[in-house]
């Protein structure tokens, strides 16, 4: 564009602060313009779905202004900025969520009001970006709703997959089936193709050594690499809204194309059908995430997806660094990365060898540049759970990238055997390279050697990772070099538009919305956890939620016509990915044990029997048998108790598998909580980080002292205001060998759950058997017999403080009250000074 004119360049300008306008009209034009030339319709043959995407494109152009603004700020500004590396974002929908951090609800709703359309109920037509598996993925998302907020120059990198974590089904009223989630069906209006941003990417191929012929010798290892296929990798941006502000952050999605658009000399030698197959070969390698939580894949493809993220990934991080012509010793001073667990770990490796085989630069000035770039965040210390890849197949994929791995390794055991002369079951310990039958490289160790900081996601979770996990690595680099930094969530997303009518009641006692902005506001609410009208109010509230979501389980939810569940009744859920550590097998234990004893109840003991609706929701990993068997359990169990003839008991006790557990479902059960379920084995569960979005809206927990818990309860003012029970951390390596090589009694009540089960009471047992006797013999390894004691008399501590209402809501109260401490915003502040060491780059005051 000539802009020489003065002229020319004003007039720009005006249309631009037109187009940002966002008065009624301005609204209701760029609605209108885009039903009839986005979507080619008219108001005549206009669906609900029709004008969610034209309002949803609307919103987007309001979008994109601030984004773009925001990197232009951020460019002439030059900070140091943050690049958070992750294969999952758990986005969930993105309209609602923006119009309410660009404070643009009111004014889309009263403009389209006049237009005879409700924007509230356009929501619904969108379907969740679902990019991730569970906690991790969720994280990411919430990680960058905060940055925004608080102005921080960052960036999020990740794939954009053509299929999202699976869609679950229930066949038969018991089994999981995967459907494919083919989100992008009827195109995305929340991204942006960049096709003018695209990379190549190599796999596969040969390492040739340098002219000196020096290719892997230590001191000077500069090779070339000359990969065999490539592959392009084209960006999609993601525009992310803080809160309460004009910036607008990015999240950077790479999707892969092949790298020529048409192989014409296949085509002339007749090989036209071998160009599309390798077409197609391209594509495949972000076409699925990978539906696995707290288990790797162990898959080519995958490891595939990790190198051609953090391959792209790097190329356009450097790009960025080389327009700033600056020399690589400040790389570290504009450059930070965090790995999101060890998925982007070969980030690493990758910058490794582009500083030394592409910038000759020396092994040992590159690999200083590395380790102060990364940090990386460990969010499992399950020994199953970790990362690690065969040699053969890294070799084969990436031989260069091996090499430098082979080399790293050995530069870094050198300067163990230094420190502790002669110590080689302490190297053989520490090796990035597994030795055995098959060597494998440990991804997470690669990441601890890498990284300047390494964190866990909670207090009691990072003292483990400290201790045990990386133990030996503690010892070497010194304990600064493992810090903690505990989850946070949203509360933008997690009560603001999950929960609008608690919202409005807090922002209504505390007399502003400022609890929105910084969450330890939420404490002044103590003050009020003994008013009557105020605990009227709450009451009110989670009646609503509870009733709104027996709607929706009414609607949605195949419940063989047993009628609508008791609203009335105590709101037991638990909710996430199922997993054989996060014991749901123990819940559905715990249900059964109740029935029995309902059952055999009189009628007058009966009449105190507090009713409860169990809720259970979660998807497991395909290939994880023992998880879906716990899924027929669960289902198989609710049959039977929904279908009892006893109608009486009925009342008391009903059962609930919600379908497709997801980001949008979350929003629905979580505010309908009366009390959740957060019971996993002790030193397991390295956060969880929904125990904060229910104690957030009110929900009491019950669970065990892990992860999160322990530090949910501190600020909530104790154990008094929670449900805790079980063995503690500390007592379960000891447990889990009396368990196994000394059999302790069986507790009877256990025995008899069991008993029941494999009697047939909820049909064939043959497929539970296994399962079950595994328990009762030697193989507990996550302690069910040991704490289910104990879990049923927690839950009758439960029924207790529920039968006395103005307690419970007292405790509701208080519970919200001390969540301030658990906001994303926290926890990103966190990053940015014990990690990062960036500063908010707010955007110029408006003129
Ligand atoms: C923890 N996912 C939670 C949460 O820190 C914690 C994804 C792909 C492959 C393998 N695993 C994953 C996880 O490991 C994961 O989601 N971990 C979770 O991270 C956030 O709150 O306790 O289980």
């Not at 707290?294 to 990790?306: H, I, M, S, V, W």
């Not at 070799?395 to 430098?404: D, F, G, K, S, V």
């Not at 597994?434 to 009691?460: C, D, F, K, P």
Request: glycine residues 6%.
């Amino acid at each position: 564009v000539d802009l020489s004119n003065i002229a020319t360049l004003e007039l720009w300008n005006k249309i631009r602060k037109d187009c940002e306008s966002v008065d009624t009209s301005s609204i209701q034009r760029s609605f209108v313009n885009h039903v009839y030339s986005t979507l080619a319709r008219t108001p005549y043959n206009l669906d609900e779905f029709g004008a969610y995407q034209a309002a949803a494109h609307s919103v987007r152009d309001q979008l994109i202004h601030k984004w773009i603004s925001t990197q232009q700020h951020f460019t002439r500004s030059n900070p140091k900025r943050v690049y958070y590396l992750s294969l999952e974002f758990l986005m969930g929908r993105t309209m609602q969520n923006c119009v309410i951090n660009m404070d643009m609800e009111e004014a889309y709703s009263k403009a389209l009001r006049e237009m005879g359309l409700a924007f509230e109920t356009l929501y619904d037509q969108e379907t969740d970006a679902a990019l991730g598996n569970g906690g991790l993925g969720r994280l990411a998302a919430c990680y960058m709703d905060s940055l925004a907020t608080l102005d921080y120059p960052a960036l999020g990198y990740g794939l954009r997959y053509t299929y999202g974590i699976f869609e679950q089904r229930i066949r038969n009223g018991e089994d999981q089936v995967e459907y494919p989630d083919y989100w992008l069906r009827f195109t995305n209006p929340w991204e942006v193709a960049r096709v003018d941003v695209a990379y190549p990417v190599g796999f596969y191929g040969s390492v040739h050594n340098d002219s000196a012929g020096r290719a892997g010798q230590p001191g000077q290892p500069a090779a070339r690499w000359e990969p065999a296929e490539f592959v392009q990798a084209v960006a999609y941006d993601v525009p992310i809204p803080g809160y309460d502000t004009d910036t607008v952050l990015n999240i950077r999605l790479w999707s892969s194309k092949p790298q020529r658009q048409f192989d014409l000399s296949s085509f002339n030698d007749g090989e036209y059908e071998k160009s599309v197959a390798e077409k197609q070969r391209a594509e495949n390698i972000t076409s699925v995430l990978y539906p696995n939580d707290n288990t790797p894949a162990g898959k080519e493809l995958r490891l595939k997806q990790q190198y051609f993220f953090v391959c792209a990934t790097l190329q356009d991080i450097l790009r960025r660094f080389s327009k700033l012509n600056l020399p690589w010793s400040e790389l570290p001073n504009k450059v930070g990365i965090q790995l999101n667990d060890t998925h982007p770990s070969l980030g690493i490796v990758e910058l490794q060898r582009v500083l030394v085989d592409e910038h000759g630069l020396e092994w040992d000035i590159a690999w200083a540049l590395v380790q102060r770039v990364y940090a990386y965040t460990n969010h499992t210390v399950l020994p199953e759970a970790l990362e690690c890849w065969p040699v053969s197949l890294m070799e084969r994929l990436l031989p260069r990238h091996m090499r430098i791995i082979f080399d790293i390794n050995l530069y870094f055991l050198r300067s163990v055997e230094q420190r502790f002369p002669g110590d080689y079951e302490r190297l053989r310990r520490m090796s990035i390279i597994e030795e055995g039958h098959q060597q494998m490289v440990r991804m997470a160790y690669l990441a601890v050697v890498g990284s300047h900081t390494v964190n866990g996601v909670a207090r009691i979770h990072s003292d483990l990772v400290r201790s045990k996990l990386f133990r030996d690595f503690a010892e070497f680099y010194g304990d600064d070099k493992f810090v903690n930094i505990t989850n946070g969530i949203t509360p933008r997303r997690w009560l603001h538009v999950a929960n609008p009518q608690l919202s409005a009641l807090i922002t209504k006692r505390l007399g502003s919305n400022r609890w929105l902005k910084d969450l330890t506001e939420l404490s002044r609410l103590k003050a009020f956890a003994d008013d009557e009208d105020f605990q009227q109010e709450w009451r009110q509230v989670k009646r609503t939620r509870k009733e709104s979501l027996a709607e929706y389980i009414q609607k949605h939810v195949d419940t063989a016509g047993e009628g609508p569940v008791n609203s009335e009744a105590l709101f037991d859920v638990q909710v996430k990915r199922i997993h054989e550590y996060k014991r749901q097998l123990m819940n559905i234990l715990g249900v059964v044990h109740r029935y029995l004893r309902i059952k055999e109840a009189s009628a007058e003991e009966r009449r105190d029997i507090v009713p409860r609706v169990f809720i259970f929701g979660g998807k497991a990993a395909p290939g994880y048998h023992t998880a879906k068997l716990i899924i027929k359990l669960i289902n198989r169990v609710k049959n039977v108790i929904n279908a009892d003839p006893d109608a009486e008991l009925r009342k008391l006790i009903r059962v609930v598998y919600i379908p497709n557990y997801s980001v949008t479902l979350a929003e629905r059960i979580i505010p309908a909580s009366d009390i959740s379920e957060h019971i996993s084995t002790a030193g397991t569960e390295a956060s969880g980080t929904s125990n904060m979005k229910f104690v957030l809206n009110g929900g009491l927990l019950i669970g065990t002292r892990d992860g999160a818990n322990v530090e949910i309860a501190e600020h909530i003012g104790g154990w008094d205001l929670a449900f805790e029970f079980g063995a503690k951390a500390e007592e379960v390596d000891d447990l889990r060998n009396k368990v196994r090589y000394l059999r302790p009694e069986i507790h009877p009540a256990f025995r008899r759950v069991v008993e029941a089960i494999k009697s047939g009471q909820f049909g064939d047992s043959s497929p539970f058997v296994n399962m079950l006797d595994r328990l009762v013999s030697d193989g507990d390894y996550y302690l069910i017999t040991v704490d289910f004691p104990s879990y049923p008399e927690a839950q009758e501590r439960v029924d207790a403080a529920y039968k006395d209402q103005k307690k419970w809501t007292r405790m509701s109260i208080e519970n919200c009250a001390g969540m301030g401490f658990f906001s994303a915003d926290r926890s990103v502040q966190d990053y940015a000074k014990k990690i990062w060491g960036i500063n908010p780059c707010p955007p110029p005051p408006s003129k």
